[in-house]
């Protein structure tokens, strides 16, 4: 990696993984984040799907009515393996799929050379991410890492890293 790098961990959260929106393919890149994480060689950020108690009544609760990520519940706490690993770095706590705090964090760390993103959704919350990412810093490499995201389904995470590929987001 380049000297100015960053992984981002999107959304790595019990209700995305087991719990009200979990699939089996969450739950089996666990082991992968967790070891991405720990051994990458840049700065380690964080993301966390939070929303209210009023969930239900928002355009996402709407569109999406499956309660979820209530902040402070069980289902918003990260996986426990990642909470013990997000100790002492950034966690950005994020009311929409995208964060538009996560690129003026990183703005504010200097220009990156690369961002790395894994984790869930990759179909909803990654490639938000990824596109916010890729208009913020269009000269820095963005990669995600196929084998650790998973989708809705698997024919969304596939139908997300094409997408992504074709805005010149690099795919793991």
Not at 60 to 82: A, F, I, M, S
Not at 108 to 133: H, R, S, Y
């Amino acid at each position: 990696m380049k000297r100015n790098a960053f992984l981002v961990v999107v959304d790595m959260q019990n209700d995305f993984i087991d719990g009200a929106l979990g699939t089996k393919e969450a739950v089996a890149i666990v082991d992968r984040v967790i070891k991405e994480v720990e051994e990458f060689g840049g700065e380690v950020i964080f993301t966390r799907d939070t929303h209210g108690e009023n969930y239900l009544q928002t355009q996402e609760g709407r569109l999406l009515p499956v309660e979820h990520c209530v902040e402070n519940t069980d289902g918003w706490q990260l996986q426990p393996r990642l909470k013990d690993l997000s100790e002492g770095r950034t966690v950005i706590d994020k009311p929409a799929f995208g964060s538009m705090a996560l690129p003026n964090y990183i703005k504010g760390k200097g220009a990156p050379d690369t961002i790395v993103l894994v984790g869930l959704c990759t179909d909803i919350c990654v490639i938000n991410n990824a596109m916010i990412l890729k208009a913020a810093f269009p000269e820095a490499e963005i990669f995600v890492d196929s084998a650790a995201c998973a989708g809705t389904t698997p024919e969304n995470h596939e139908n997300a890293l094409r997408a992504m590929k074709q805005c010149q987001i690099l795919i793991l």
